[in-house]
């Protein structure tokens, strides 16, 4: 039969496929009806992008403003149940009646461990739940937690700004201290220099009071000699006068008596004189003793006041150096200071929120989708393909296998490839279909954006399309009833979905399962689906790996098709016998 | 002045297209060739075609699991007989139709169908070209339940290569000679058991295949239906399809088959005309009575007490009573004497040839 009739039979065979599962009522909902409500539940389900609605429950042994305050910013967003035991709390959620189970301790105290811990009571067997819950309550309780923070915070910045402030006017004393401390310092310098220059070495032998004594008594031993020598003249004259009067007349005597008289008082005066003297003497005398005394006491005080000087110079230096430490440790004050000052200036957030919340998690989506719905769609959109297609491909090749008109087909000349191409085919425009209708529903009324990245799109959906379909034609014809083959489709895209980012997160699985999952087709299908509609790209080696994929199972699909058909083994080796003979005859 | 060649020719290749002879007769008297020459070519070249055995099984044997069903069996088909295959419950007739139309491959052996081309081809070389050959509708009737009876044969014609007006026309003309107008838009699976069967043929001779396999065609059908249905194969034997018939039901081989073969220990163990089976192996006749009284007992005693008479076996079957012996005369002679004295009205009272039952019977012993 000619390529253009088997084309033609395949064609028909596709026709007839479409209109045999469009008449059939389970067919046709699984195909139309089946990804529509999928798409609409999913939508009405994600696409929003609030939190859920939790239901929290609470136990406090003891009530406090605090607790009260978390209850009511829960309330805000969450419906909450409050316990009066924390059993009751936890069966609760065993129960379902709750979703987590917040218990606080008693003595509930903000900063004050362990009166500051809370518990929370998770069902870790409703796995797709606990995360929301953990995340969506931890987001709840930090944003609590956080206000507490701004506050304490506040508290703590006020107290840095006051130790600014004091240490900005204590430092100024400190320089002045320093200052001053150093103009002492330096005068201490000074003075101890202007000290040591002082010279209170005194020799009292300078001033010769000996020599002053000796020649004192040397002029008062002249000067009584003299005033002796003076008393003897004047005694010698008187007697020399009485004599000359006793021969003298009386004109001379009385002359003589007048002489007298005058020896007499001159007498008197010397001998006043030499009293006089003699006082004076005296007094000059004592005098220079006093002076002597007053020299030895100077001397010893000079001694003293060079002894003094000394210990000065000394305690100077003492000074100085203790002026030197203080001067350091005024310096280190200083420093200090400004350290600590300069500390609090480079404080530059001064903000508590910001420093309650130094980092904010500004979420920026790098593609322009908001809600759940537009994250979930890859992976939904290839979840709804490869379900329908290891459930629809399987059925369409069992109904044709078991179906009454088996028989018919196969006393029908026409090859068996074509019912394979066939099957194919009515699978890839059903699947193509049911994307069209997902797309266009999840654009219109969901706005997913889809149409600007259709080409990115459609091509992936194009490969994925085509691996699904053949690997539920393998499932198909290796399967005999439809029973264990839909089992058998459910069992593989279980296990795919169970290794996949759909249930838990892969980076979260044991490291092997995780390395599996990254070549899980469904995992590389979602992705590169993800790509092309956030982000109109490729991954070019994924992208060729899913390829690959599809051409290796697309030859086993085939493989298994012949394996099970003996009459397309049959008519395979007939068609290639040609080229086998001509082969053969090259080799000749 | 007419070509004679060119009519020879012409009617040699609508032969090797499959046409039938009515057709190609009223094709060419409507193109205004004489009767007589006509009938003269179709009667000579159809002969030649007639005269070759059609399917050739030779020495077939197939087994499941180890256990035999056909052993080394041959025979041979012949062009526009009705060949009726008879056998017991699982014997293996499906497994020979099967077989014979290649679904199943034979472990040993072979089939061979003539061409149109007048050669002996085997199934295994060429099995496109026997399904072109070749129409079966099985026990169980093959098309699809969800399309309409008019989808149906329209999808299956188009994949034996029909098309357009073609393939409507043929359609048509199906649906009006089984009586499926009226059905033609009604989906398959929503048609009564007749109808469904009548499908199922309809389907099986969309693209005129010149042999038909039928494997039980009547068994789920009432006794009025069944009848309908023989006189269908007739209708379809007399267009010149060769009709291949496996049946358990051995009034429905009796009636309808020119030749019987009868299946049994894994092999046909014989093949011959109806007649001839009967001739070979049942030496008794059959006597059929049916009086008004339909009370038999006193008629039963007579016959016992007649020691003359040669009388293997006396049995109630229904209204009737049925009386076998090798020697019928001198009973019909007896018996009617004895009623006429007793003066019972007699409704019914023949002899004839034993069924094919007996043959079947005296064949599986």
Redesign the interface.
């Known amino acids: 039969?000619s390529f253009d009739?088997n084309l033609k039979?395949t064609f028909?065979?596709v026709q007839?496929n479409l209109?045999?599962l469009v008449?059939?009522k389970a067919s046709s909902i699984i195909i139309i009806l089946g990804p529509l409500l999928i798409i609409f539940l999913a939508g009405l389900a994600f696409d929003n992008s609030n939190a859920y609605s939790l239901k929290i429950g609470l136990y406090a042994p003891a009530k406090s403003e605090i607790i009260d305050s978390f209850q009511n910013n829960l309330n805000e967003q969450f419906s909450t149940v409050i316990f009066d035991d924390e059993i009751d709390c936890v069966d609760a959620i065993k129960d379902d009646e709750v979703h987590t189970c917040i218990v606080f301790p008693e003595n509930f105290t903000l900063a004050k461990p362990p009166f500051n811990e809370l518990k929370f009571y998770v069902d870790y067997s409703r796995i797709n739940l606990v995360w929301t819950v953990v995340n969506v309550m931890t987001d709840k309780i930090s944003s609590k937690v956080v206000e507490l923070s701004k506050n304490l915070t506040r508290i703590l910045l006020k107290t840095i700004d006051t130790v600014s402030e004091e240490v900005k006017d204590k430092r100024r004393i400190v320089v002045r201290l320093t200052t001053e401390n150093d103009v002492i310092n330096r005068n201490a310098a000074n003075l101890a220099a202007d000290l040591s220059e002082i010279d209170l070495s005194f020799d009292s032998g300078e001033f010769k009071v000996d020599a002053i004594q000796s020649r004192l008594n040397k002029v008062k031993h002249w000067l009584d000699t003299a005033l002796n020598i003076g008393g003897e003249g004047l005694q010698k004259a008187s007697t020399f006068i009485d004599a000359a009067g006793n021969l003298a007349g009386a004109g001379v005597h009385d002359a003589l008596l007048a002489s007298i008289d005058k020896i007499i008082v001159l007498k008197d005066r010397l001998a006043k004189t030499k009293e006089l003297s003699a006082q004076e003497f005296q007094t000059f005398s004592d005098e220079i003793n006093a002076l002597v005394s007053q020299i030895s006491s100077t001397k010893e005080q000079l001694d003293n006041a060079d002894v003094s000087r000394q210990v000065g110079v000394r305690v100077l230096g003492a000074v100085r150096n203790l002026l030197d430490e203080s001067l350091i440790n005024l310096m280190e004050i200083q420093k200090s200071f400004d350290i600590i000052q300069n500390a609090i200036d480079e404080i530059v957030v001064r903000d508590p929120e910001a420093i309650t919340q130094p980092i904010v998690t500004n979420i920026k989506p790098i593609s322009t989708e908001q809600t759940y719905l537009n994250y979930l769609f890859p992976s939904l959109i290839i979840l709804v393909l490869m379900f329908t297609a290891l459930l629809i491909v399987p059925t369409l090749i069992l109904l044709e296998k078991n179906?009454?008109?088996?028989?018919?087909?196969?006393?029908?000349?026409?090859?068996d490839v074509c019912f394979f191409l066939a099957t194919l085919l009515t699978s890839f425009v059903i699947l193509i279909l049911q994307s069209v209708v997902i797309l266009a529903i999840a654009s219109l009324f969901f706005g997913a954006q889809i149409a600007s990245h259709i080409f990115a799109v459609l091509l992936v959906l194009f490969v994925v399309i085509l691996f699904f379909t053949f690997l539920g034609m393998i499932i198909g014809y290796l399967f005999k009833s439809e029973e264990t083959a839909i089992l058998g489709g459910v069992t593989i895209a279980a296990l795919l979905i169970f290794i996949s980012n759909l249930i838990i997160p892969v980076e979260s699985m044991p490291l092997i399962i995780s390395k599996l999952a990254g070549l899980n087709p469904f995992v590389i299908g979602s992705e590169l689906l993800r790509r092309a509609i956030l982000f109109s790209s490729l991954p070019i080696g994924k992208f060729l790996l899913f390829i690959i994929y599809t051409g290796v199972i697309g030859i086993v699909a085939f493989i298994v098709f012949v394996a099970t058909k003996?009459?397309a083994l049959?008519y395979l080796i007939k068609k290639l016998a040609p080229v086998i003979r001509y082969v053969k005859r090259r080799r000749i | 002045m007419l070509d004679e060649s060119f009519l020879e020719e012409h009617i040699k290749k609508a032969i090797i297209k499959g046409a039938k002879k009515e057709d190609v007769i009223n094709s060419l008297v409507a193109a205004g060739w004489p009767k007589k020459l006509i009938d003269e070519y179709v009667k000579k070249h159809f002969k030649e075609l007639e005269i070759l055995p059609l399917i050739r099984v030779s020495n077939v044997s197939r087994a499941f699991e180890n256990k035999i069903i056909i052993a080394d069996t041959s025979f041979e088909v012949i062009s526009g007989e009705i060949f009726g295959i008879i056998g017991l419950s699982g014997a293996g007739k499906t497994t020979l139709l099967n077989l014979m139309v290649g679904f199943l491959e034979p472990d040993k052996g072979d089939v061979q169908y003539l061409t149109l081309k007048k050669n002996m081809v085997s199934i295994k070389d060429n099995p496109e070209l026997i399904k072109q050959l070749v129409g079966f509708s099985t026990q169980t009737p093959s098309f699809y339940p969800r399309l309409t009876t008019k989808e149906n044969l329209m999808h299956f014609g188009s994949l034996y290569g029909l098309s357009g007006m073609p393939l409507l026309r043929r359609v048509n003309s199906l649906l009006s000679q089984f009586s499926l107008s009226d059905a033609k838009d009604i989906q398959a699976k929503n048609l009564s058991g007749g109808m469904q069967k009548r499908l199922d043929i309809t389907c099986a001779l969309v693209h005129k295949p010149p042999i038909l396999f039928l494997d039980e065609p009547t068994a789920d059908l009432d006794p009025t239906l069944r009848r309908q249905f023989w006189n269908l194969i007739k209708q379809i034997n007399d267009k010149g399809t060769t009709v291949v018939l496996a049946s358990h039901f051995l009034t429905e081989i009796e009636l309808l088959c020119s030749r019987i073969a009868v299946l049994h220990n894994k092999k046909i163990t014989r093949v011959g005309k109806t007649e001839e089976l009967k001739q070979l192996y049942s030496k008794n006749f059959e006597i059929f009575l049916q009086t008004a009284s339909k009370a038999y007992q006193d008629v039963i005693q007579f016959l016992k007490n007649q020691s003359k008479l040669i009388i293997h076996k006396i049995k109630k079957e229904g209204d009737d009573l049925k009386i076998s012996t090798p020697m019928p005369e001198p009973v019909l002679a007896v018996l009617t004497e004895y009623l006429r004295k007793n003066g019972q009205a007699v409704n019914l009272l023949h002899a004839a040839r034993p069924s094919i039952g007996e043959v079947f019977e005296e064949l599986t012993k």
């Open positions: 039969m009739k039979n028909k065979l007839k209109r045999v008449r059939s179906g009454a008109a088996s028989f018919r087909n196969f006393m029908t000349p026409v090859p003996k009459t049959k």
